[in-house]
């Protein structure tokens, strides 16, 4: 079974990098979180859960068994994701942690290929190799290697995987469930593995007074009610290559936030690895324009006759 056409508008690319922007904002939320890492994490869950109700209610009686228990596991892998980044902070920069979380194109490019059928354009790797370049040079100011460091890297790589698998499973069945039911569904398997997780390893932790609620009410809204929704949603709209791509523009976003919020100075080189990011994303973006018009063309003639 083919998956259901997108159309890659400009709309709908400019609707995801603005869920990236949101997304972006978690490394500074979870640095000022008080709570141990996991916790954060299954706090920002649990929080989101009556938020996302509402937006969910009306879709939920048309879910299937089989669609529940796939978006149970489907939250155990974004359980996983939030978990190795949130700790991937405590050893390294959140400009590094969003760039190796975000490595899911290798992941999600030969994954969907096989199971999807996708084709890639012609020129995709050719966008995506400019758009890795950006980052590292981006990130090239910014590495300490400590073994500290690396381990959090190494975490924040794992991470990856935990987060392609979650897309993958999310963008499959985007083609008939709301991205909002997604968010909802999956968020209980998200809850009890993060619950599980954080009482093994860190133990049982409440959050208490402002201090310590307003950096896990920000995780809440701005990844999981708004950053996450809205990407889910724009998968139903965007080819998967296209979307993991556009994805890779967050450790800029977030170098920018660090910037402005922890005084980190931008290097030139920064600057030129930003810039670098941006021309890769419009370069795979095009790719996927050419094929759009390419199709709707060869679909109008083809109604013509």
């Known amino acids: 079974m083919n998956t259901k056409m997108r159309e890659n508008n400009t709309k709908d690319i400019f609707l995801e ?21 996991i916790n954060t994490g299954f706090y920002r869950v649990l929080f989101s859960l009556p938020l996302l109700f509402p937006l969910a209610y009306k879709n939920l009686k048309e879910l299937r068994k089989k669609d529940v228990c796939i978006l149970f596991f489907a939250g155990v892998f974004l359980a996983g994701d939030v ?27 030969p994954v969907s290929y096989f199971l999807f059928k996708e084709k890639i354009p012609k020129y995709f790797f050719v966008g995506a190799a ?24 190494f975490l924040a790589f794992c991470a990856s995987f935990f987060y392609a698998s979650f897309l993958l499973i999310s963008y499959r069945l985007r083609d008939r469930i709301s991205s909002s039911v997604i968010m909802f569904v999956s968020g209980f398997g998200s809850a009890t593995t993060l619950f599980i997780t954080s009482n093994i390893i860190e133990g049982f932790q409440i959050p208490h007074g402002v201090q310590e609620l307003w950096p896990i009410l920000g995780l809440t809204l701005c990844l999981q009610v708004i950053g996450h929704n809205l990407l889910a949603h724009c998968q139903g709209k965007i080819n998967v290559n296209l979307s993991s791509i556009i994805c890779l523009s967050q450790p800029a976003l977030a170098s920018i936030y660090s910037y402005y919020i922890f005084t980190e100075t931008i290097s030139i080189k920064e ?29 109008q003639v083809s109604e013509m006759k």
């Open 130 to 153: 400019v758009t890795l370049l950006g980052i590292f040079v981006l990130l090239g100011g910014k590495i300490n290697p400590s073994t500290s460091n690396y381990f959090g890297d």
């Open 83 to 109: 978990s190795l980044w949130n700790l991937s902070f405590s050893y390294t920069s959140v400009a590094n942690a969003n760039l190796l979380t975000n490595l899911t194109p290798f992941t999600v490019i």
């Open 17 to 37: 990098l603005l869920a990236v922007a949101f997304l972006a904002t978690g490394g500074i939320f979870v640095k000022y979180s008080s709570l141990s890492p």
């Open 271 to 299: 600057i030129v690895g930003i810039i670098v990011v941006m021309v890769g994303v419009y370069l795979v973006k095009m790719q996927y324009h050419k094929k759009s018009v390419c199709c709707w063309n060869k679909e």
